[in-house]
């Protein structure tokens, strides 16, 4: 490592990741430890300009131990996930030498050197809109790159997989699938890229931050009730998802949005049916969420076909996918109009998945 007497160098790598909203969704694991799922789910990776971590790494001789900080707060690695993740890369850094700084390391060498870690979040953290799918590969792509690890892929969202479930998935953009896999190690449960998001661009995904409160269940014990109460949860991932996970995929491949629209809104729906017929229920949506649900599910009918699917993660949250964006401009005025900021059914905001859109609302 370098040559030993310097001990003033830090190699440090900055790196940006967006969130992903499943409209099939993962809930349930077959695997704790490893985070192997009990289903295949299907996601779509947002715009980072808009729900977006961003996380630097360092490593340094001077460093004494791991340490990271989230927010600006520090918090523990000592969780297994972090542990799994860190330990996973470092197996695969390799050689890396910089002679004008004068540093070389070896690949053995990432044992022994520790990490710094600094990330935020640029929108609610723990409140169901996956940061930690945007906080977990960003991590796992960071330190990566730091240790030049040259793995592809899909072996890195294996790695951020063990970091959170839905993380495996934000390591590609546009349209990505988590196939659950059947090793029992997890060496084929990774995410794979169903199509770029150049495939399907008049999409525009608008979320409406209902509450940015930290939720009181996390994913994690939550679908482990879950899988430990639901008989619902059981009869969702043997019969019912296989069947959706296929026409989702021929939905996504043939751009039909009314068929994608159905199945995301029924999907989400039964996911949170299962969290009612958790023992004692999880209660992820409020109110203001379920009248979301009804003025999308109005507008719809009325309309005689799907113009915007809904679809709500482990909280209140809505992520609200319209067919085009001048669908996506009325859409913005209606929850502007049903929803003033400030009223009893406030948003607290509404993030826009393109850019452009903000322009045209005004
Ligand atoms: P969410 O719906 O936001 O994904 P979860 O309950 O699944 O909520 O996960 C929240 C947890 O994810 C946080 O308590 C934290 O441990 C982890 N997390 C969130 N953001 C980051 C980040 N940027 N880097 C690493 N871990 C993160
Ligand atoms: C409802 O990936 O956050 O967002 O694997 O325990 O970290 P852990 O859970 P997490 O669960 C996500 C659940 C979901 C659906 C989804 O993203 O597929
Ligand atoms: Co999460």
Redesign the pocket.
Known sequence: MADGSDKSWILMVTAQSPTNIAVIKYWGKRDETLILPINDSISVTLDPDHLC?T?TVAVSPKFEKDQMW?NGKEISLAGGRFQSCLREIRSRGTDYEDQEKGISIKKQDWEKLNVHIA?F?NFP????????????A??VYSVAKLMNVKEDQGQLSAIARQG?G?ACRSLYGGFVKWAMGNDPNGSDSIAIQLATEAHWDELVIIIAVVSSRQ?ET???SGMRESVETSPLLLHRAKEVVPKRIVQMEEAIKNRDFPSFAKLACVDSNQFHACCLDTSPPIFYMNDTSHKIISCVEKWNRTEGTPQVAYTF???PNAVLIAKNRQVATLLLQKLLFYFPPASETDLSSYLIGDKSILKEAG
């Open positions: 971590t996380t989230l990330s979040n953290t723990a409140a169901g809109l996956a940061s930690s799918a945007a906080g977990f960003c991590l959170s839905s939720k996390s994913s994690t993660d482990a909280g």
